[in-house]
């Protein structure tokens, strides 16, 4: 009988729905929790889905053969501005794209047979998970851990919202591509900043984690220690002094300004009654307030006038600018311009003729070496370089930046004009965003009581559904009566905050809440006790920074609330960072319309991309089957539907069956690293596919047993069991086609045969599932391969009873030898000079020393 995976993957998945093989349960059994990043209902899988969700399914798949109770869910990140911009863009309802967008992916993720407990999916946008989600928001506003504030903020013009850092691209909304603005609005803000400490010291036992991506936390964390002090005013006492801080006191003598930010209170003061300034500061709020957009933009300032002595020489006068590379937000708002030992500062210097002077040079130097050394360039080194003090404290000659930074804070202290200060980079998350989409935050504004929180028992606060999106801006804001609400606490008239939370709240707590996910508190604390904390989690590299650094902090907010176990204060036990998906890009030329009213030029020809099905191989080109003409093709690239280099998952499994989708991005290379999709080795991994159903077909009547095909099968077992551990799936498939091979190449038959062919079943049933359970059937397995339990070697087996030796004559291979497995020194020896092959190569040579590195090599020296 042919195989057919159409009917063998539908039968074999209505199976394991009948027996209910992978609904979570919370029993005596050990627990594994595996998760993948879940989704954001865009409207189709791509291929990265298909290799993300089958990892996970591995993993999934093989603890559960191993007798743990698997907990495997899926869920859908399912607010954000996309929903809201097809609103805009097609009609219909956010609402109804995303759902509509939901049915669409999972039902084409259920074809790929992946273990889940659907039984537990849930979308961020449904009520039960907005509810749970605004309870939670109300306990951590109660634990002091929420806020409100104004803030300068990223604002689309366009879109009309706030946007995070990460959305902006090149000073651009990354949906509108629009010029995005500084605007100063009143946010909400989660208090992340009090446990930089503790995000940045756990760090270190992340053992699980790739190391980049614990590196990448740490950055971001940016914990720095440094010297705050003050400069004194000259002059004015309205603002008699400027703090500001600093990592490099020890560059302080190399002082050539003060900058400070436009919205540092001197500067708003002095804006007031000077029209420059005011400008000045106009135009810098038109910018964003990224770090790349303060880096790459044009370093711009404006002298105020003010000027303040140098701590060190009360007769040493600083000039006081205002500069466009300075945030309030960061620090102080106040900085020293240090332009021999910075770069933006050198700019600067440059641009508007401030002294350049250093404050060190290499070992040797003296100042005028030094100061020459800086003018055409800074001199940067790292801290830990030696480098000598041409102009520095007490005690700083020649030593390392580090020691002269201790010794300035040392020195700063002890005068009594500075303290040594730890700062870290990370700052507060603001959250408020001004959206439809998003879960509503709970509270309300009333004139008699201020802002107050929501009553829990009044709870979800839904959107409504009655709005349009024929205008940009938030449609809550002008909603005809949403807003209107009672005071929870007085029972007069307040009005809701029309305000939405960042999506980014949605996603980082939904791995507590699918341990109960149908529960009418955030979290049931047995079933939390239970399931957490995630074994293994595995998503993409782009998330590594923010997704995970505010789900940790949620995991601590989360305790302090009473929702999680004091043990999951880190959720994810083990992460993994999967590769991406590519594709050849494909091209063809083209010609522009005549009534094209978009051009000037007719019958010009561009290149127009196209998608894989319309294009062949053929005679060792790419032909456009349209056409017939010969495409152009680009080196693989990362998927995307704007270059047409995708494969449609649907296709795939139409085609060849999900098994063959699910081989291939198993095998083809290493999981961390890239994969590239091609046809060749789709059709390849479904021949081998079909031709292991084969040998499940002829096992032979008669029994006949073969020792090294069932000592095969337990070293396989055991290398297999290892790759799966060690997350090298495509050593595990190699495996696996070895195993095929050897089977095919067996006189084995009968029981024996079919034994083999159990274990194989097993082998690859984490990977392929479906074609597995059809060779453990027919092998005769009993009952359903998922239920079965995960195979051991025989120690025995995995001992080999020969060994094959390299020989090197005076360090060249000559050939090799095949000797039982534990022969002795002496008989080693005995058997390589006696050999015919050594004795050719030795052509009567005498032997001076013969080396032998048991069970590794031989080496002969003439």
Not at 273 to 284: C, K, M, Q, S, V
Not at 577 to 599: F, K, L, R, S, W
Not at 789 to 816: F, M, T, Y
Request: net charge negative; aromatic share 10%; proline share 7%.
């Amino acid at each position: 009988m042919p195989y057919d995976p159409a009917s063998s993957e539908k039968r074999w998945q209505d199976a394991w729905e009948q027996a209910g093989s992978f609904r979570a349960v919370r029993d005596e059994r050990p627990k594994y929790y595996v998760l993948e990043m879940f989704p954001y209902p865009s409207g189709r899988i791509h291929m990265g889905h298909v290799r993300n969700y089958t990892m996970g399914d591995v993993v999934a798949r093989y603890k559960r053969a191993q007798g743990f109770s698997v907990l495997h869910p899926m869920g859908w990140d399912a607010f954000g501005m996309p929903a809201e911009n097809a609103a805009m863009e097609q009609g219909g309802h956010p609402r109804d794209w995303t759902y509509g967008n939901i049915a669409t992916m999972r039902g084409q993720l259920k074809p790929l047979g992946l273990s889940i407990d659907w039984s537990r999916e849930f979308a961020t946008c449904d009520d039960d998970y907005v509810a749970q989600q605004q309870a939670l928001f109300l306990d951590m506003l109660g634990a002091g851990l929420i806020y409100r504030k104004a803030a300068v903020v990223n604002w689309d013009p366009v879109d009309m919202t706030v946007l995070a850092n990460e959305q902006v691209i090149d000073g651009k909304g990354w949906r509108s591509n629009a010029a995005v603005e500084r605007r100063e609005l009143t946010q909400w803000f989660f208090r992340i900043s009090d446990y930089a400490e503790e995000l940045l010291e756990a760090i270190d036992g992340l053992e699980g984690w790739p190391e980049k991506v614990r590196l990448m936390q740490a950055n971001w964390i940016g914990r720095s220690r440094g010297l705050q002090f003050r400069f004194d005013t000259v002059e004015r006492p309205d603002f008699p002094q400027i703090e500001v801080y600093t990592t490099r006191p020890d560059t302080l003598m190399g002082a050539s300004f003060v900058a400070i930010s436009p919205d540092h209170p001197l500067a708003k003061a002095l804006a007031a009654d000077n029209p420059a300034l005011a400008a000045f500061a106009e135009e810098f709020h038109k910018g964003g307030t990224t770090e790349e957009a303060i880096e790459t933009a044009e370093k711009r300032g404006l002298d105020t006038g003010v000027r303040v002595r140098h701590p060190l020489d009360p007769s040493w006068e600083l000039p006081v600018w205002v500069a466009n590379f300075v945030l309030m937000d960061y620090g102080t708002g106040a900085l020293f311009g240090s332009p021999a030992h910075d770069q933006r500062d050198h700019d600067f210097a440059v641009k508007y003729g401030l002294p350049i002077r250093a404050t060190f040079g290499q070992p040797g130097m003296d100042a005028a070496q030094a100061d020459a050394l800086v003018a055409a360039e800074p001199w940067v080194p790292p801290k830990t370089e030696a480098v000598t003090y041409v102009r520095g404290f007490a005690g700083a000659a020649d030593q390392t930046g580090e020691a002269a930074v201790d010794a300035a804070i040392a020195h700063a202290e002890a005068a009594g004009w500075g303290e040594g200060v730890t700062k870290f980079r990370l700052r507060d998350w603001g959250i408020s965003r001004q959206r439809y989409w998003g879960c509503p935050i709970p509270v309300v504004h009333c004139e008699t009581c201020g802002v107050v929180p929501e009553s829990k028992d009044k709870l979800p606060v839904l959107l409504p559904q009655d709005v349009s999106f024929d205008r940009p801006g938030n449609p809550l804001d002008r909603h005809p009566t949403w807003a209107r609400a009672t005071c929870p606490k007085c029972g007069g008239p307040a009005r809701r905050e029309t305000d939405t939370m960042d999506t980014f709240v949605d996603s980082s707590w939904y791995y507590a809440r699918f341990t109960a996910p149908h529960a009418t508190t955030p979290t049931v604390a047995e079933d939390a006790a239970y399931w957490m904390n995630v074994d293994q989690y595995i998503g993409g590299i782009e998330h590594a920074i923010l997704h995970l650094l505010y789900s940790r902090f949620f995991a601590r907010a989360m305790i302090k609330t009473g929702h999680l176990p004091e043990t999951a204060r880190e959720p994810f036990d083990a992460l993994f960072t999967q590769g991406m998906v590519t594709h050849e890009i494909y091209q063809v030329a083209t010609t522009v319309p005549d009534d094209d009213p978009n051009v000037q030029v007719r019958g010009r020809k561009f290149l127009s991309y196209v998608f894989p099905e319309e294009v062949e191989h053929r005679g060792g080109q790419v032909i456009h089957k349209q056409t017939g003409d010969t495409v152009r093709v680009t080196p693989s690239a990362k998927m995307s539907k704007s270059k047409k280099n995708v494969v449609d998952p649907a296709d795939i499994v139409a085609n060849f069956g999900a098994d063959t989708a699910r081989w291939f991005m198993l095998s083809d290379s290493p999981p961390e690293r890239d994969v590239e999709w091609t046809a060749s080795g789709a059709e390849a991994a479904a021949k081998f596919l079909a031709r292991v159903h084969r040998l499940a077909e002829d096992s032979g009547a008669e029994d006949r047993d073969d020792p090294q095909l069932t000592r095969a099968a337990h070293r396989a077992i055991d290398e297999v069991t290892r790759a799966i551990d060690g997350f090298a799936f495509n050593k595990a498939v190699a495996k696996v086609y070895e195993l095929a091979n050897t089977v095919a190449k067996s006189p084995a038959s009968g029981e024996p045969r079919r034994a083999v062919l159990r274990l194989m079943a097993q082998l690859m049933g984490p990977m392929v599932p479906h074609l597995a359970e059809d060779v453990w059937a027919r092998a005769g397995g009993e009952g359903l391969l998922v239920d079965a339990h995960w195979p051991k070697a025989d120690p025995a087996a995995l001992v080999a009873d020969s060994v094959i030796l390299p020989v090197q004559i005076n360090g060249k291979r000559r050939g090799e030898i095949t000797l039982p497995a534990g022969m002795d020194k002496e008989a080693v020896e005995a058997a390589v000079l006696a050999d015919e092959t050594v004795q050719r190569h030795l052509a009567g040579q005498a032997v001076k020393k013969l080396i032998v590195v048991p069970g590794r090599i031989v080496n002969v020296v003439v």
